[in-house]
């Protein structure tokens, strides 16, 4: 085996139960809950008891994904498992930056309830959505987008699947736009343009809190959603690439790729489901990937890379 990176789960993931089994089992886990709790009273409840319904809402979502992901985290730290470089999805890449001590446990959890609310008020001011594109080159569809006022490719998944936030009202005609063209657009059930320009104000108002907030250089590389490269190594670098994720693509393709040019042949998906490790198979399918989300993937990938 080579090199392990983690990569932390963003939102969409979530589901009631989540990080119940690791609550229950594990003392990193219940300290991560804990902490959360002191802080936002009922965030492990909402893990453990949320409905579908309650968990999709921005301002839950990503307070109990980042309790979950760094929970994951932190379990395998605990059992002698640790990465050599790091990515999160969106949410998941603060999860990933305070792992690796950007932040103080409490630091990162209190800047992620603000990021979620800062994005909520702002998506409740645009009425904005996304849509998932499939089967058509990124190219082809960057040139589609230009033909539209107001869309924006912003999540670069993986082969053949970009996301693009939009102004709802154009959500009908840009989807026949890209059947015309021979792609594939499913609309997503989100309330919000995210990544996009939709989110400019939230990039203000999350570079505003971070001017007050303690930030250090990442322990570990942690590869930016912003630039598919690691974060630079100055603290006004690191906020500055915070901050501007929110309203910037997430080059997630990109990042994978270049994780495995660097030596990365192993992924652990940190977090909720395992739709990261899904596109990974497609974008690079010769690594090893695994997840831990419960105590059973928590054993099972323990024992597995301790094998190899």
């Given at each position: 085996m080579g090199k392990i990176a983690f990569v932390f789960s963003g939102q969409g993931a979530q589901y009631t139960g989540m990080g119940k089994q690791l609550y229950d089992t594990e003392k990193a886990a219940k300290t991560v809950f804990d902490m959360a709790d002191s802080i936002r009273p009922g965030t492990s409840q909402m893990c453990f008891e949320g409905t579908k319904e309650e968990l999709s809402i921005t301002v839950n979502t990503q307070p109990c994904l980042?309790?979950?992901?760094?929970?994951?985290?932190?379990?395998?730290?605990?059992?002698?498992?640790?990465?050599?470089?790091?990515?999160?999805?969106?949410?998941?890449?603060?999860?990933?930056?305070?792992?690796?001590?950007?932040?103080?446990?409490?630091?990162g959890?209190?800047?992620?309830?603000?990021?979620?609310?800062?994005?909520?008020?702002?998506?409740?001011?645009?009425?904005?959505?996304?849509?998932?594109v499939l089967k058509m080159p990124n190219d082809k569809?960057?040139?589609?987008?230009?033909e539209f006022e107001g869309v924006y490719p912003v999540n670069y998944n993986g082969p053949g699947q970009t996301v693009v936030a939009l102004a709802a009202s154009l959500k009908e005609g840009f989807c026949e736009a890209v059947r015309a063209n021979g792609g594939r657009a499913m609309p997503l059930p989100v309330s919000a343009a995210f990544h996009?320009?939709?989110?400019?104000?939230?990039?203000?108002?999350?570079?505003?809190?971070?001017?007050?907030?303690?930030?250090?250089?990442?322990?570990?590389?942690?590869?930016?959603?912003?630039?598919?490269?690691?974060?630079?190594?100055?603290?006004?670098?690191?906020?500055?690439?915070?901050?501007?994720?929110?309203?910037?693509?997430v080059?997630?393709?990109?990042?994978?790729?270049?994780?495995?040019?660097?030596?990365?042949?192993?992924?652990?998906?940190?977090?909720?489901?395992?739709?990261?490790?899904?596109?990974?198979?497609?974008?690079?399918?010769?690594?090893?990937?695994?997840?831990?989300?419960?105590?059973?993937?928590?054993?099972?990938?323990?024992a597995a890379i301790k094998a190899n």
């Open positions: 980042f309790c979950v992901d760094l929970a994951a985290a932190l379990c395998l730290k605990e059992h002698g498992i640790m990465p050599e470089a790091l990515a999160g999805f969106s949410l998941g890449e603060i999860a990933a930056l305070t792992f690796c001590d950007v932040f103080t446990l409490e630091d959890f209190a800047f992620v309830c603000k990021r979620a609310q800062f994005m909520h008020e702002e998506t409740l001011k645009t009425n904005s959505t996304m849509v998932a569809l960057e040139e589609l987008c230009k996009s320009p939709y989110l400019d104000g939230a990039a203000v108002r999350l570079a505003e809190t971070l001017k007050e907030t303690e930030v250090k250089i990442p322990a570990l590389p942690v590869y930016a959603n912003l630039s598919a490269r690691p974060y630079s190594t100055d603290v006004e670098g690191v906020k500055r690439t915070i901050a501007e994720q929110a309203n910037h693509p080059y997630w393709q990109k990042t994978i790729e270049n994780m495995v040019a660097d030596g990365i042949d192993t992924f652990v998906e940190v977090g909720a489901g395992k739709t990261l490790s899904n596109l990974i198979k497609k974008i690079a399918p010769q690594v090893q990937i695994y997840n831990v989300e419960d105590a059973q993937s928590l054993v099972e990938t323990v």
